[in-house]
């Protein structure tokens, strides 16, 4: 199978680094698209310390930040083959659909609940259902908070006002079925190619949190930003499941442990950078927040999807009840 030039130049990242890895038991390779600065590159880089310390340096932690590995389809089937170990992204649904529950729109009233529903006893039911598919998962984190709309038309106040954009929508399947309910032109596309695609004008705009919306300096090629705060995500960390299973049980309990602060660690500095990010996109944008009827018009379009998940075998009425139950239960 010819492989691209990014894949390509992952391999060779990983061969370049492989010479470093002759002292320890066990090599774990990792990548994402986040640049290192961002709340995930610092969770992991987090991570890389206390596992090697931890494991006594029998583990030897890997980090590639940036895409330097490929696309995070790339990187995910990377994972799948065991070329590298781990990675995190949007792809987490291949790995175990019910990952998609937690993206449902307003499925939780904001962060409380949301940590509250990574760290539930729910969530690790769909983090071992992983492992049918070959990966192990040892924690899930928020994917770097609530997402948020950009574009370059005008500002959003109700979902009627994504009629006729050019919306960028991740490629997969359920964000484009929630797309559809909103009524957008959809365009499916790698989150590492929008910069380019809103400078030339090819997509009006995009949704993401505001880590994302600034790490990646859409601030620069995008006029408006609208707080809809119209959905989130889970951020597991997947693992290829062969490699887990050869670590002997000690250092599997060490690499769980560490996940699981990892993460809860990611969630931390994302939240605590919202406001600030949102004040420093606010100097360069156009800001507005929808108030409570925008944001009920944006309720009412994405029902559908509720039910589109059921009907599809995502999910069953049952199991999103269990989740609402599982977010509410810290309180």
Known sequence: MKLTSRLLAGIVAI???????????????????????????????????????RSGGRIEVQNFYSN????????????????IQATRGGFFANANPQFNIFLLPFLTAGWDEMQCLVASDFTKAVQDGAAANGFHV??????????????????????SDL???????????????????????????????????????VVDGQHNPPANIWNYNLHEVQKYLSVTNHMTGPDPLLVNKEWYDSLPGDLQQIFDEVSVEALALNDSLAREAEAELLGKLGAQMEVNTLNADGIATFKTAVQPVYQAGIDAGHFSRAVIEAALAAAASCG
């Open 15 to 53: 061969a370049a680094s492989a010479t470093t890895a002759m002292a320890a038991d066990f090599t774990f390779k990792y990548g994402q698209s986040q640049p290192g600065e961002s709340s995930r590159g610092q969770s992991m880089a987090f991570f890389e310390a206390e596992l090697e310390k």
């Open 68 to 83: 330097v590995l490929g696309t995070e389809q790339e990187m995910f089937d990377q994972v799948t083959t065991g070329l």
């Open 138 to 159: 040892p924690a899930t984190g928020i994917s770097q908070g609530f997402r948020m709309y950009t574009n370059n038309v005008r500002p959003i106040t109700k979902v």
């Open 163 to 201: 009629e006729g954009l050019k919306i960028r929508e991740p490629q997969t399947d359920f964000f484009i079925a929630v797309a559809k309910t909103m009524g957008s032109n959809i365009t499916p596309m790698a989150f590492s190619e929008v910069y380019q695609a809103f400078k030339q004008g």
